[in-house]
Each structure stands twice: as C-alpha cells, then as structure tokens.
C-alpha cells in the first residue's frame, strides 16, 4: 500500500481528478507544471506537504497564501489570520493581486473592519469579537438602539431633544425643483414632481395650484382650466 501511494500510477490518478473535465484553465496550469508537480511528488511533498502552497505560491508565484495579498503576499488588515477581523473580505486575499483594502460586512468600518460602521453601535466587544447592532431608523450615530439614543442623525434629519426629526427641505433653500415642478417633502429628503399641464409653475399638485396659466388655459375661479 505505501508503495502504490508514492508511485506514479497514484500520482496520473491524483493528477486526472484535480481538475473538472471542463475547467480549461485548470488543465492547461497543470500541463505547463507537470515537471514541478512530478519534482514535488518523487522528491518535495515530505518537506512542503502542501501541494497549493508548494506549487501556486512558492515555485510559480501565482497564489499567495490565505491572508495575504499582492505581488509579495502582504498580510492583510487585521492579519493574515483573521483577515479583516473576521468580519469583511481582503480584496486580492490569496493571489498576487488586490490592493489589500476591507470590504467590511454591514454595520462593520474601519481599516480592518474593527469598528461599527455609520447607523451601528457597539453591542458587544471583548479582546476577539465585535458585535455591532442597528441604531434606530435615521440616527447616524449612537450610544444604544433606542430612539433617544442618537448622537448624530442622518442627512436630511436633525436631532432635536435627543430625537431625530425630519428636515422640511421644501421649506428651505435645500430643495432645488425646476421652474414647472413642485416640491414634495419625504422622510430624510424630498422629491420633486411635474406641475399640472394646466400651470405654468406651481405650488403643488393640479390646476387649482397653479401660479400662471399655460397657453391655451385660463384662470377660472380659483383654477387654469
């Protein structure tokens, strides 16, 4: 048994099974590093049991090994053996490119995700896990999860006694509506709507909100008809 497991017959049958039947990409590697695969087998596999690390990292210098990214395997943020904290993804982690950065989980920011990102807070933090939850709805920043613990409320809100209250933009200069649209204020914005056919410029919706009639209407009333 321990012969047929060094032998070459073993090794066409490791090698046949590596690659699916239509992964092209996957036979051609393997064709160009037949001679190296063939190296570690008979003489390398003792000293670098593992085949990946051997062959894709060190002799043809493709892969880097998991946590590191980049032409010289860099460890990625937070290490490579927590890559990210654990709670994103290091862009490039295990080949010979990437630029490194963390693509972090929702609720989680930071350079290497160790941090609560905008509209989270600190659940739970010890020396290796980070538990970030929800604030309530338009806060941005705060201390817990209830309504009165916001710190810092989201564009197009403001805090007003420890409670996040919606901005009228159509109230203010903030809102910026073309000359036949009206202003409608919607819950940390506004949306800006068509005038009636009937209008040349408008104060809301339908011909009773006109400022002028367009050609063709006149004012009846209190209405362009």
Excluded at 48 to 72: E, I, R
Excluded at 80 to 94: A, F, I, M, S
Aim: charged share 25%; proline share 5%; glycine share 14%.
């Amino acid at each position: 048994l321990s012969k047929y497991k060094d032998s070459e017959t073993r090794l066409v049958e490791v090698l046949e099974s590596v690659c699916s039947k239509s992964d092209f990409e996957c036979h051609r590697l393997l064709e160009l590093s037949e001679e190296l695969v063939e190296s570690w087998w008979f003489h390398k596999q003792q000293e670098a049991p593992d085949l990946f690390q051997w062959l894709c990292s060190d002799s043809l210098k493709l892969c880097c090994p998991s946590g590191t990214f980049g032409p010289s395997c860099l460890p990625c943020p937070g290490g490579p053996e927590k890559p990210c904290g654990g709670y994103g993804q290091c862009e490039g982690e295990g080949t010979r490119g990437g630029s490194g950065r963390c693509d972090c989980q929702a609720g989680y920011g930071g350079e290497a995700c160790g941090q609560c990102g905008l509209g989270y807070f600190e659940a739970e933090r010890n020396a290796s896990h980070l538990v970030c939850s929800a604030c309530f709805g338009p806060c941005a920043r705060c201390s817990g999860p209830e309504e009165s613990n916001c710190l810092q409320c989201k564009k197009g809100w403001a805090l007003h006694h420890l409670k996040c209250v919606d901005i009228d933009e159509c109230g203010t200069e903030r809102a910026s509506c073309g000359a036949n649209q009206f202003c409608v204020n919607t819950e940390g914005s506004y949306e800006c709507r068509d005038c009636a056919k009937a209008c040349l410029g408008c104060m809301g919706a339908g011909p009773g909100r006109c400022k002028k009639c367009s050609p063709g209407y006149q004012q009846v009333g209190s209405k362009c008809l």
